[in-house]
């Protein structure tokens, strides 16, 4: 029986790990360690070869049935052939430790500037707004579900000082700095501080989701107060924004413009807390679990990409973020009391999340171009991290009294950077309405303007804020709790393997999906 044991054991390890000792000194390297290090695991190299393998039978299937529809030169084909190659960019990329939306968003960057690259040109404009919508309504929902109620009823105060501090303080020292710097108009130039203050959630939250499921930054809410900050903060831009717009171009819908944007986050809410309450209902419990986690899945993806489209075909485009966070956590109240269905409800987003990421920070990548970095990319940088300056010193303000040591404000800070499809979204808006309406070619100019510095944010600071918090993210936080399984492979992809009671990890929730740990003052 021991030598049993001990063999499986074995072969576990080889399976998991490579080989790198010398076959003649039985020592390894520095070398062998460089490569032990950057290298994946045997267990997870299997898994990426599997994926890759799915992908081409999936493209092949898809030529069967629609043949020329799929060859190259079809809009199927570049969508395809993009979302392939993103994520082998962000596999490979992630073989150095780096974030993988780096290297899918490298790849979309590449798609469009590369001359000898002409599939790009095969992509509706259309069918690039629909998939990223789809991916931040995928990306909003699981954010929901990370929420921890109890926890938030602690931080609410927080949420709002950090939500509404920074963002003020971003909108209007870019207001500033893009008046003096890049000689818009005032309103042009707040219109761009309210865009540029609009976090990026499809950029963090991967992270703080990830960080949260090993463990780091949970016992001070730090993953569920940056959460719920995200989609708040969103609203509060486009609410801004929508207002500067209106006064910019100066339209008779001026006041009703003004009134209807601080309604807008009441809309989602009540829309997503309608759906979510409705999700508790159906489908019935009596289900076997696993058709009952299939169920939940599919209402609440469903459920969040409708509000996401509805709020928008409405003009209500600051209802459907928090819309959509509000519905999963309402629908999370539920699923939490069953400990096994929120772990499978979790496990099973998480799964569609990874198929969807490629083809949003694809689509992201592919916003940035040669033509539009040439223009004010000096002056433009410049005040781009003027104004970030600001807000992160207000970040650190509003951060004292919550119970934060130096080094969890300072990571606080790093999530608080990016920016990403708020300004690919809306950042065209201004040039768009004033060419449409053949406007003067100084407000064109202005659109231009605001569309390439909404650019450069996007280049600068989602690489960056994802590298700082995944790299530095380990340092600065406290780790409160040793997950159940570290591998990210088997939390996701082991779905249907029931874990082995211990007592070692009795009552610790393995997945970031999983309700806080309570620190140990209060568990006595």
């Not at 109620?149 to 927080?158: E, F, H, P, R």
Request: proline share 5%; glycine share 8%; aromatic share 10%.
């Amino acid at each position: 029986m021991e030598v049993a044991t001990i063999q499986s054991n074995v072969v576990v390890d080889n399976w998991s790990h490579w080989d790198m000792t010398d076959f003649e000194t039985g020592e390894k390297k520095w070398y062998h360690k460089v490569l032990e290090f950057i290298l994946p695991t045997r267990k997870k190299m299997n898994i990426y070869i599997t994926k890759l393998l799915i992908l081409i039978f999936f493209f092949l299937t898809v030529l069967g049935m629609l043949m020329k529809g799929a060859m190259p030169g079809s809009q199927v084909f570049a969508v395809l052939l993009l979302g392939l190659l993103a994520a082998i960019g962000g596999k490979l990329i992630s073989f150095i430790k780096l974030p993988p939306l780096l290297g899918m968003m490298i790849v979309g960057f590449l798609f469009r500037n590369v001359e000898a690259i002409s599939f790009y040109e095969d992509i509706d404009r259309k069918t690039i707004m629909v998939l990223r919508e789809v991916a931040l309504a995928i990306i909003l929902m699981r954010a929901g579900l990370g929420i921890d109620g109890q926890q938030l009823k602690k931080s609410k105060l927080a949420v709002l000082r950090l939500t509404v501090v920074p963002l003020i303080v971003e909108a209007l020292s870019m207001g500033v700095f893009a008046h003096f710097l890049l000689g818009l108009p005032w309103m042009f130039a707040l219109m761009l501080g309210f865009i540029l203050s609009a976090i990026a959630p499809e950029v963090i939250l991967p992270v703080i989701l990830h960080l949260e499921s090993q463990g780091y930054g949970g016992s001070k809410g730090i993953p569920t107060i940056l959460i719920a900050a995200c989609s708040l903060d969103d609203i509060g831009a486009i609410a801004g924004f929508t207002i500067c717009f209106s006064i910019a171009f100066s339209d008779d819908n001026l006041i009703w413009t003004i009134v209807k944007a601080p309604l807008e986050p009441v809309v989602g809410f009540a829309f997503g807390a309608v759906f979510g309450v409705i999700f508790w209902s159906f489908p019935s419990e009596r289900l076997k679990k696993n058709t009952l986690i299939f169920y939940n899945v599919l209402l609440i993806s469903f459920g969040a990409m409708t509000v996401l489209f509805a709020s928008t075909r409405l003009g209500l485009p600051g209802a459907g973020p928090l819309g959509c966070i509000t519905l999963a956590f309402i629908a999370g109240i539920k699923f939490r009391q069953d400990e096994v269905r929120f772990k499978g409800v979790q496990k099973v987003t998480s799964q569609i999340w990874a198929i969807i990421n490629p083809f949003l920070f694809a689509m992201i990548g592919t916003e940035v171009t040669l033509d539009t970095l040439q223009n004010n990319a000096g002056y433009g940088i410049l005040a781009i991290f003027c104004a970030l300056s600001c807000r992160s010193v207000a970040t650190v303000l509003v951060c004292f009294g919550l119970n934060l040591n130096f080094k969890e404000k300072i990571y606080m800070v790093f999530s608080w950077l990016p920016k990403a499809v708020v300004q690919a979204a809306i950042g065209s808006q201004a040039l768009d309405y004033a060419r449409i309406h053949n406007l003067h070619p100084e407000l064109q100019k202005y659109g231009e303007i605001v569309l390439n510095v909404c650019v450069l944010s996007i280049l600068v600071t989602a690489p960056l804020s994802a590298v700082l918090c995944t790299v530095f993210g380990p340092y600065l936080l406290t780790r409160d709790r040793i997950p159940e399984i570290e591998d990210e492979y088997e939390t996701e992809d082991e779905l249907s393997e029931t874990p082995k009671p211990s007592a070692s990890v009795a009552g610790i929730e393995a997945s970031s999906s999983q309700p806080l740990v309570t620190p140990d003052s209060q568990k006595h």
